[in-house]
């Protein structure tokens, strides 16, 4: 099929590379002349794992072309719109960029089409879209719309996008959803080479959800909310295992083990961060409330990952009393791990709430710095987790990189000017991290010493005197 994506930030330009993959012609436009000439030299605007070698791969085969949005959409069978929907101070979602778009839709474009939201957008948008279109094109165009959210992760999204759970199409044509057939048919027959995994070839083939444009619109904001429910949820309970004495990994473990709970998302830790997270919860509190239902527990959900900042903040403080003038290492600036994004990142609010203290912070993360660099442009980065952990009071790990699980703490212990460890993702167990002569401090859990711990040795000290 002929295909134009329009907007080449994370979804699609992900969903553009993935598309032409998968035998389409693709042509991925964005209004940013300067991000397509960074295309067209085979450079990427940000990372995702695979995605450079498939766009690479693409672009040199002229099955992915990167073009001006007026250009793209002429003779486009299908038309997704990609673009972004941040949100506004009152926290509705900016549907500028989507009007935009679809005033473009309804000049350029050709033939038949089917338009596609793509882009995160509050239920009855497609209406708006639909409307748009006409009022703009009159009879000069014939043009169907659907909705087709993504649920592409970072980090894993080339993955997610050939081995997805469920396509969700909302469509009120027939012909409409037989185009999202089309589109989707070697990802709903699982008939293509996967370019990540080869050995993937026997996964399940996706569900495909067909429903009308308003369900398949609440699909998408309803699913993210109920994932930032669960991380509120569990870190709620991590907060009341601390405070009785309970562990939350084997909390997690028992309640996860319940099919209607599942073990997915139910990691504690510093709070959920990310493009899509913090945005749909607050659009979809203001949706309901437009729609005239009050959504006040995803209100609480907001609330209680606000809170989790200054929770992690005082666990420092209870460990170093003062944290004026406190050397601290903090590990992990992206909002998580294989990803070099740091919007809404818990680490980044968690710098500016310690430099806010006067801490001295110094940073690391193995992707993550340019991009960091942009928010914080005063941080001290360091090149290693070794450069940042010399001669500090603390080790805060703030992202869980598989690359921190591998450090060589021996090493580390050597470097620092106390070997504490607060662990703000749970990464190690307290024996794994207290072998290496560490006091380590996680969250849902109790504070773990290391045998030859000073206070550790008072403590039992303590307990045993009457
Ligand atoms: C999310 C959705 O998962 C995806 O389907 C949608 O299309 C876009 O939004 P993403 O933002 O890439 O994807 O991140 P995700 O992996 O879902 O994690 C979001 C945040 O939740 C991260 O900050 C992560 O650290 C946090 N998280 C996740 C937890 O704190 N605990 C968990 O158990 C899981």
């Given at each position: 099929m002929k295909i134009s994506v329009i907007g080449a930030g994370y979804v699609g330009l992900t969903t553009a590379a993935c598309l032409a993959e998968i035998g389409h012609s693709v042509r991925c436009a964005d209004n940013d002349e300067g991000k397509l000439n960074l295309l067209r030299s085979g450079r990427m605007p940000f990372f995702e794992t695979h995605l450079e070698t498939i766009v690479q791969r693409n672009h040199a085969a002229r099955t992915l072309q990167f073009e001006e949005v007026e250009n793209a959409v002429?003779?486009?069978?299908a038309i997704l719109i990609c673009v972004g929907t941040p949100p506004l101070d009152n926290g509705d979602a900016d549907l500028s960029a989507v009007a935009n778009v679809a005033r473009i839709v309804a000049k350029h474009a050709t033939g038949h089409c089917l338009v596609i939201e793509?882009?995160?957008?509050?239920?009855?948008t497609g209406q708006q879209l639909k409307r748009q279109l006409q009022l703009y094109a009159g009879n000069r165009l014939q043009c169907d719309l659907a909705s087709n959210p993504e649920f592409l992760r970072e980090g894993t999204a080339i993955h997610d996008f050939f081995h997805p759970d469920r396509i969700v199409i909302g469509v009120d044509t027939e012909w409409a959803a037989a185009q999202l057939r089309e589109m989707y048919r070697p990802i709903l027959e699982q008939s293509f080479h996967c370019?990540?995994?080869?050995?993937?070839?026997?996964t399940p083939k996706p569900a495909l959800i067909v429903t009308d444009t308003e369900s398949s619109e609440l699909i998408k904001h309803a699913s993210n909310s109920f994932l930032a429910m669960k991380i509120s949820f569990i870190n709620m309970v991590a907060d009341l295992c601390e405070a009785t004495g309970a562990n939350i990994t084997k909390v997690a473990q028992g309640m996860g083990m319940d099919p209607r709970i599942g073990?997915?998302?139910l990691n504690p830790g510093i709070g959920f961060g990310g493009f899509c997270f913090p945005k749909d919860v607050q659009a979809f509190v203001r949706i309901a409330s437009q729609a005239g239902c009050d959504f006040s527990l995803l209100k609480e959900v907001e609330n209680i990952n606000k809170r989790r900042i200054d929770r992690f903040v005082e666990k420092i403080r209870q460990e170093l009393w003062v944290i004026a003038g406190r050397k601290l290492a903090v590990l992990g600036?992206?909002?998580?791990?294989?990803?070099?994004d740091v919007r809404f990142a818990p680490a980044i609010e968690l710098i500016r709430a310690l430099v806010r203290e006067s801490a001295i912070v110094r940073a690391y993360d193995p992707q993550a710095t340019e991009k960091a660099k942009a928010v914080l442009p005063n941080l001290d980065y360091c090149s290693s987790p070794y450069e940042a952990s010399a001669d500090t009071d603390a080790i805060l790990l703030t992202t869980e990189w598989d690359e921190f699980r591998a450090l060589d703490w021996e090493r580390i212990r050597g470097l620092v000017a106390r070997p504490l460890i607060i662990d703000g993702r749970n990464m190690f167990t307290p024996e794994e991290i207290t072998a290496h002569g560490f006091h380590y401090i996680s969250i849902g859990r109790q504070p773990a010493f290391s045998s030859d711990d000073e206070v550790f040795s008072r403590s039992k000290l303590g307990a045993a005197l009457p």
């Open positions: 002429k003779g486009a069978e793509k882009s995160t957008v509050p239920v009855k370019p990540v995994h080869p050995q993937c070839q026997h073990p997915a998302f600036l992206a909002f998580k791990p294989n990803t070099d």
